[in-house]
Nanobody
Framework: QVQLVESGGGFVQPGGSLRLSCQAS????????MYWVRQIPGKGLEWIAQ????????YYVDSTKGRFTVTRDNAVNALYLQMNNLKAEDTGLYYC????????RGQGTQVTVSS
């Protein structure tokens, strides 16, 4: 069955960086668009980034453009999210997902940005 396991979250001060990872299994990863979504406290799931199967077409929500970079390594079925210049409003639970709505997602990794 589909498994998505995120890691790499943590506590960081504003302006800091984190790199999230997602290990995928149970489906043809190299043929799949992949997504990052997040849940901000008190809000629903928000799509923040996606990447094409070959990794050549990344897309971002406006609030993360220039700060976040989504990449993938199809050789090891892994998805990544490099997050730089983190802000307090980036605090939330981050998921990798097989769809933009996040209906099929992992268990999430917590990102907390605070001074």
């Amino acid at each position: 069955q589909v498994q998505l396991v995120e890691s790499g979250g943590g506590f960081v001060q504003p302006g800091g960086s984190l790199r999230l990872s997602c290990q995928a299994s149970g489906f043809k990863f190299s043929n799949s668009w992949m997504y990052w979504v997040r849940q901000i406290p008190g809000k629903g799931l928000e799509w923040i980034a996606q990447i094409s199967p070959t990794g050549t077409l990344p897309y971002y929500v406006d609030s993360t453009k220039g700060r976040f970079t989504v990449t993938r390594d199809n050789a090891v079925n892994a998805l990544y999210l490099q997050m730089n210049n983190l802000k307090a409003e980036d605090t939330g639970l981050y998921y990798c997902a097989r769809d933009q709505r996040g209906d099929v997602r992992g268990q999430g990794t917590q990102v907390t940005v605070s001074s």
